[in-house]
């Protein structure tokens, strides 16, 4: 009987050291399996974005080119004593010339025989020379320069043949948080740098300029990202993942970080269309007047009319040919009225124009209307 007991003892034994094993073993073994399952899927996702971006830049890389200026720049004249005679005369020393050339901004190639966008902020000075260096080291001289006045954006032209152009994308279907990947030239120094974020914001209304030429003026509708973008990249593209050209970097917030702005590529597009309507010619017109609005509430407040008031007008130009003077405004441009509603209402009636063109204008001068012809010139 006691042998039995012992017996059925030893069988329990058996039995719970058998069932300890196997959960032992099954709790060891299902963080195993859990590990195994979940590491592949982090892996692919980090691949592919990695591929995307390096896939983008990689095709991209030839069509981004670096834009330079070349000017002269002359200190003022200066006033000199001598230190070991305090009774001598102070002389006046001329100012010293100092050539200046360095990288100021981006761009990218649209046409394979040379044709590049930019800012125009970045090629504003009319009186400097330009050159464009490309990715394979080479340097061009800029030949000729079409500048729109309206969205900070400009053509240049280089003498080249067999270039790549980047493809253009389409603005109009953009979506916030997806992937935004800017190449351009920060500081004028570090060529072909890449950034990546996402579009943070569309619609936004901003003030561009460049720091080394000191221009700024407001655009409407850009795109908002967070890819870093720096002085001298204006002018470099935006690019999304299937590497098309979806804006053309602009500006920074000055106040925070990581808050890039671009131009739409739409914008470019229709540049380049009115481009190529026109003969792809780079002569704009223009009348040579500077001038500032009078809306309704000014010309109220002023006993004023509403349109175009002339603050000054370029000697030799068709206006100042045709008898425009300061303090004229300017209410009709060839029968279209001239409200102070829109700032650029003047501005986009005369690049629908061709140089050549003669257009009347209705102008009102100390409350007497009159009209007189311009013949639209070459903008300088």
Do not use: C, W
Not at 255 to 279: E, M, R, T, W, Y
Request: avoid cysteine; charged fraction near 15%; hydrophobic fraction near 40%.
């Amino acid at each position: 009987m006691k042998k039995l007991i012992i017996l059925v003892v030893l069988l329990i034994a058996i039995v719970y050291v058998g069932q300890a094993t196997h959960l032992l073993s099954t709790n060891i073994n299902l963080p195993s399996l859990s590990s195994t399952v979940s590491t592949p899927t982090v892996k692919q996702t980090v691949v592919y974005e990695e591929s995307v971006i390096t896939n983008v830049v990689k095709e991209a890389i030839p069509s981004v080119v670096t834009v330079g200026i070349k000017t002269t720049s002359t200190t003022g004249n200066s006033l000199q004593f001598d230190p070991f005679n305090p009774f001598s005369p102070f002389q006046q020393v001329p100012g010293q010339t100092q050539n200046i050339e360095q990288n100021i901004g981006s761009g990218f190639i649209v046409s394979a025989d040379g044709l590049i966008i930019t800012n125009k902020h970045v090629v504003s000075d009319t009186s400097a020379a330009y050159q464009v260096l490309t990715n394979d080291g080479k340097k061009y001289t800029v030949d000729k320069i079409y500048r729109d006045p309206l969205n900070d954006l400009a053509i240049l032209k280089i003498n080249a043949s067999g270039l790549k152009p980047l493809k253009l994308g389409d603005s109009s279907h953009l979506e916030l948080g997806q992937l935004a990947i800017a190449i351009g030239t920060p500081l004028g120094e570090f060529t072909n740098t890449v950034t990546k974020g996402i579009i943070s914001g569309l619609g936004r209304g901003i003030t561009a300029g460049s720091p080394y030429e000191g221009y700024v003026e407001k655009l409407d509708n850009v795109i908002q990202t967070d890819a870093p973008i720096s002085p001298g990249n204006s002018g470099g593209p935006l690019l999304n993942s299937a590497g098309q050209v979806i804006g053309i970097n602009t500006a920074i917030a000055s106040g925070g970080q990581n808050i890039g702005f671009a131009i739409p590529v739409n914008v470019v597009k229709n540049l380049i269309d009115n481009f190529n309507k026109n003969g792809n010619t780079f002569e704009q017109p223009y009348i040579g007047v500077r001038y500032k609005m009078i809306d309704k509430q000014t010309a109220v407040l002023n006993d004023m009319v509403q349109g175009a008031y002339v603050v000054e007008v370029v000697q030799g130009s068709p206006a100042d040919s045709a008898g425009i003077q300061t303090e004229d405004v300017i209410t009709e441009f060839d029968g279209q009225k001239i409200n102070g509603s829109n700032d650029q209402i003047l501005t986009q009636l005369i690049n629908k124009k061709k140089v050549g063109d003669r257009v009347q204008l209705k102008i009102v001068r100390n409350k007497e209307v009159k009209t007189v012809t311009v013949t639209l010139g070459t903008a300088p």
